[in-house]
Nanobody, 123 residues
Framework: QVQLVESGGGLVQAGDSLRLSCAAS????????MAWFRQVPGMGRAFVAA????????IYADSVKDRFTISRDSTKNAVYLQMNSLKLDDTAKYYC????????????????WGQGTQVTVSS
């Protein structure tokens, strides 16, 4: 099992940058695909980005490509989401997710989730 704790959310203005962090417990961090999803009230969780077990591969939602960067640090058991050029539409609660066997964008396939961190982008 792995436990995930997100941090770094907040209120920013459009065009600003923000970095989210996700701290993972456990000694097998490198065994997990790590991903970020986001959710707005009344909607399901939407895929944002994912990084493979050793960080060699990444995938991004089209809406964040070229603005967001996912990375992981196995020495700290952490995954990050660097968000640049934030837009009003990026306002959401951001969740970190992990799975040992899945590589992809479906939230239904990820077994472990954090509690989320709120990102609000104002004009």
């Amino acid at each position: 099992q792995v436990q995930l704790v997100e941090s770094g959310g907040g209120l920013v203005q459009a065009g600003d940058s923000l970095r989210l962090s996700c701290a993972a417990s456990g000694r097998t961090f490198s065994s997990y695909t790590m991903a970020w999803f986001r959710q707005v009230p009344g909607m399901g969780r939407a895929f944002v980005a994912a990084t493979s077990r050793r960080g060699g591969s990444t995938i991004y939602a089209d809406s964040v490509k070229d603005r967001f960067t996912i990375s992981r640090d196995s020495t700290k058991n952490a995954v990050y989401l660097q968000m640049n050029s934030l837009k009003l539409d990026d306002t959401a609660k951001y969740y970190c997710a992990a799975d040992m066997t899945y590589w992809g964008t479906s939230p239904n396939e990820y077994d472990y989730w954090g509690q989320g961190t709120q990102v609000t982008v104002s004009s």
